[in-house]
């Protein structure tokens, strides 16, 4: 059994930083895709970022160049890193996993079977 949990939310001024985790428990290898979505009040869950089974990260077009993922495969944990974050940044986020999506899906919620709880960020002008 796959378990997610996500830590680092909170709160943070624009133009700030935040560092969030997402810590893997069960069994889960190298042939996982691990991406982070994120769901404003009202809004459609959307992607954010997602790497491949090969490491090579696929970011949404509104955090490129500010956001980071990345994967410590001996700690099991994804990061998100977060910098130059703007209001619209303000979001539940989720990491997700699954071993039987493809490179083009990283992005797409339907293509992950395994979520974590949500972690909040909230972003003040």
């Known amino acids: 059994q796959v378990q997610l949990m996500e830590s680092g939310g909170g709160s943070a001024q624009a133009g700030g930083s935040l560092r969030l985790s997402c810590a893997v428990s069960?069994?889960?290898?190298?042939?996982?895709?691990m991406s982070w979505f994120r769901q404003a009040p009202g809004g459609k869950r959307e992607g954010v970022a997602g790497l491949d089974t090969d490491g090579l990260a696929t970011y949404a077009d509104s955090v490129k160049g500010r956001f980071t993922i990345s994967r410590d495969h001996a700690k099991n944990t994804l990061y998100l890193q977060m910098n130059n974050l703007k209001p619209e940044d303000t979001a539940t986020y989720y990491c997700?996993?699954?071993?039987?999506?493809?490179?083009?899906?990283?992005?797409?919620?339907?293509?992950?079977?395994?979520w974590g709880q949500g972690t909040q960020v909230t972003v003040s002008s």
């Open positions: 997700a996993a699954d071993p039987s999506t493809t490179s083009d899906y990283v992005l797409w919620p339907d293509a992950f079977g395994y």
């Open positions: 069960g069994y889960i290898h190298d042939g996982y895709f």
